[in-house]
């Protein structure tokens, strides 16, 4: 198959209409960058203290809520571990943001740097390099330390972002981005949660959604020009890079902080109904939106269910 030029993608489809154009959607997500970005050492408020009785992350989205050792959990342990595991998602999300950045340089490197494209992959870069700053900066206020993902995953993404071809690269930037954002979603307008893990969220909510969009479109564009062996690569990147986010989405030494059984609650965790249809739900938008590009077909498929985020 002979690939497909830029200079035909704008009379191009796919399943879900007709390409943009790079360049108009670049504009547009710098316009929203410009009237929509965020400091967040100054927007924030970092020398407030905790909140008694407020959480640092929704009781339901915490791994283990609706377990039976959820229920003999006194609430005081509930909230503990809602604040070690906020930490572990915080640490998750830096991890995820630093490849990110790595991703999008490489994706930049041989591209007209005068371009808008450029551009906004350099905005969006900046707006990653807060984020990280951020997750950080609410680790280390909230008192919970940081949780590292376990070295064989830190060492396999070494392996991963080298070998990930551009369509790879955006779709793991959309399985990064995603699931945390719904979860985001939920959590910056719930009071019950402290206000600075609130403000956080916020932050990082309306500033991703310029991201997912970004991250759409070129995945789009590249699964329609991109050749067939690339595409193969991609549903089996995707997949793996699916498995390997689920197994680190919580780190299990929150369980030991805690005063927990690792072993029992990482148990519980996997056979929780309730913990399947959070991380299904969440995935749900994304998963839907790989199957109607073709990113879902095949063994690709198969690695997404076994990472659970696939019902």
Avoid at 118 to 129: Q, S, W
Avoid at 173 to 179: D, V
Wanted: one cysteine or more.
């Amino acid at each position: 198959m002979t690939p497909v030029t830029e200079e035909d993608i704008q009379v191009l489809r796919d399943a879900l209409g007709p390409l943009k154009d790079r360049e108009q959607v670049a504009v547009r997500l710098l316009e929203a960058s410009a009237k929509h970005s965020f400091d967040p050492d100054t927007e924030l408020d970092w020398s407030s203290p905790i909140e008694d009785g407020k959480w640092f992350w929704p009781p339901e989205l915490v791994s283990l809520y609706g377990t039976p050792l959820w229920r003999r959990m006194p609430e005081e342990q509930r909230m503990e571990l809602a604040r070690h595991e906020a930490a572990s998602l915080a640490s998750l999300g830096i991890w995820f943001e630093i490849i990110l950045m790595q991703l999008l340089v490489r994706h930049i490197y041989d591209k007209s740097v005068t371009s808008k494209h450029v551009r906004y992959a350099l905005t969006e870069i900046a707006d990653e390099c807060r984020h990280s700053m951020m997750f950080a900066r609410m680790i280390e206020w909230g008192g919970a330390p940081s949780y590292p993902v376990p070295p064989r995953y830190h060492n396999l993404a070494r392996v991963l972002k080298t070998v990930s071809t551009t369509p790879g690269s955006f779709a793991a930037t959309l399985l990064g981005e995603e699931i945390l954002d719904w979860m985001q979603r939920l959590t910056f307008p719930d009071e019950r949660v402290q206000t600075l893990v609130r403000g956080v969220t916020r932050i990082h909510v309306v500033e991703e959604a310029r991201h997912v969009r970004y991250a759409r479109e070129e995945l789009r564009r590249q699964m329609v020009t991109a050749p067939a062996w690339e595409r193969r690569m991609t549903r089996l990147s995707s997949g793996e890079a699916a498995r390997v986010f689920s197994v680190c989405f919580v780190n299990p030494q929150v369980y030991d902080n805690v005063g927990l059984n690792r072993h029992e609650a990482v148990a519980q965790v996997k056979a929780s109904g309730h913990r399947a249809e959070v991380m299904q739900t969440g995935a749900k938008r994304l998963t839907d939106f790989f199957d109607d590009i073709g990113v879902l077909n095949g063994v690709g498929r198969r690695l997404w269910k076994s990472s659970g985020l696939l019902a």
